[in-house]
């Protein structure tokens, strides 16, 4: 079955269709929401909500504006970090941590043994830190390219080119 | 356009993780459908995402959906055609064409409505109309009996005005009641007088020739029983009647005599 088309009966409440799209795409959103709350259980629970989101959303995805999984991932992140926010509000912090994606790579922060660390080690394998800080940023935190430029005070022109050689590499790492 | 600058701007990985302004974005949208090569790089991009999503993945539980169906089956209830896509159209066609017939339904009964009612308007004012006839009729009759009661009154003495030179067809006649000072006239056999023109009634002493006018017969065309209540206190000997100008005359125009009658014994 092509996507398009299961996106489509997706959109007229075709529980089938998502049901298909839940099994495409379950681990990824799951992947994405851990990266930023670091707690399996919870993340497994985020993730849940989120695909009820989804589905109540259906009518709001727009294939003219974007990826199907852009918009999926745009959706976790926002329950993440709505999650990370209220919990860092209970504990009178302030901000997101910045370093997600790059504290689980070094440490295996996340002490959910179910987690493939060791997946997730090779494919960032070689990347330098500021390589894993910008992917944290663009693709976990939803930071849009100004956002990212203003907060390391770099060009606009050399985030692209920088995400450009960090994507090339974790590709190189899977092949 | 050099595809092979635009991957390599980096401008596609940010694509795929949603951060380019709109216009960008709307941008690689567009290239992505003229240039295979770019909607390919794209997808090879999203992969490496997937990967490393997927590889970040506390791994969902194997009944992750029926949790996830269980809750939308509870938001959303009216979701029953898990079928076929191709029932959808004919469903909802089903149902606007109900309601465009049920408006059809409701506009046809308000016109219908609309009809009854302005019939019922004009019935009603029919049976007014008729009723205002009855009661017009009532009234002649009511006006005729009084009229033939005045007329039958023992009191009365009845003289009949005969046709003169100038109008010898003509004649009236007067139904005067001593008792009460009346006079009648019955002018049914005078022609219609000409316009400036009315009958002058006059009370005659015969010796010698003494004419006193007892009134005029106004309105002579628009009087349907052609009967004309006049005051006479005279000691008459004979009734007649003259044409005359407008407004009548001080002595009666003998030459437009035209019924004249003497009152019997």
Known sequence: MNLDNLIQQFQQKDTVAFETLYNMYAENICGAINVIVKDSERSQEICQDVFVKIWEKSNQYDASKGRFFTWLLNIARNAAIDEVRSKAHKNKKKNLPVDSLVGIYENGEDLNSKMDTIGLQSLLKGLKEKCILLIDMLYFKGYTQKEAAKELNTPIGTIKTRIRSCISNIRKNMA | ?265
């Open chain 2, 1 to 265: 356009m050099d595809v092979e600058e635009y991957i390599a701007s980096g401008i596609l990985e940010l694509y795929v993780a949603g951060a380019l302004p709109p216009e960008e974005n709307l941008e690689v949208q567009h290239y992505a459908i003229q240039y295979p090569k770019i909607r390919k790089e794209i997808e090879a991009i999203e992969r490496a995402i997937l990967e490393l999503t997927e590889a970040a993945s506390p791994k969902m539980p194997q009944d992750g959906f029926a949790k996830v169906k269980a809750e939308i089956n509870d938001v959303i209830p009216f979701t029953p055609q898990t079928t076929s896509s191709k029932a959808t159209p004919w469903r909802s066609y089903l149902g606007w064409a109900a309601s465009v017939l049920l408006a059809i339904g409701l506009f046809w009964m308000y016109t219908e409505n609309s009809k009854l009612k302005s019939e019922i308007e004009l019935t009603n004012q029919e049976k007014q109309s008729l009723e205002d006839v009855l009661s017009n009729t009532q009234e002649e009759i009511t006006l005729k009996e009084n009229l033939l009661q005045q007329l039958r009154d023992k009191n009365v003495t009845v003289i009949a005005l005969g046709g003169q030179t100038v109008s010898p067809s003509s004649y009236a006649k007067a139904y005067w009641n001593k008792e009460e000072n009346k006079v009648i006239i019955d002018g049914q056999g005078l022609p219609e007088p000409p316009d400036g023109f009315t009958y002058q009634v006059w009370s005659l002493k015969l010796d010698p020739l003494t004419p006193t006018s007892i009134g005029l017969l106004d309105d002579f065309a628009s009087q349907d029983t052609k009967l004309f209540t006049l005051e006479n206190a005279n000691d008459s000997e004979a009734f007649g009647i003259t044409l005359e100008p407008e407004g009548g005359s001080e002595t009666p125009t003998l030459e437009q005599l035209y019924t004249l009658g003497a009152v019997g014994s």
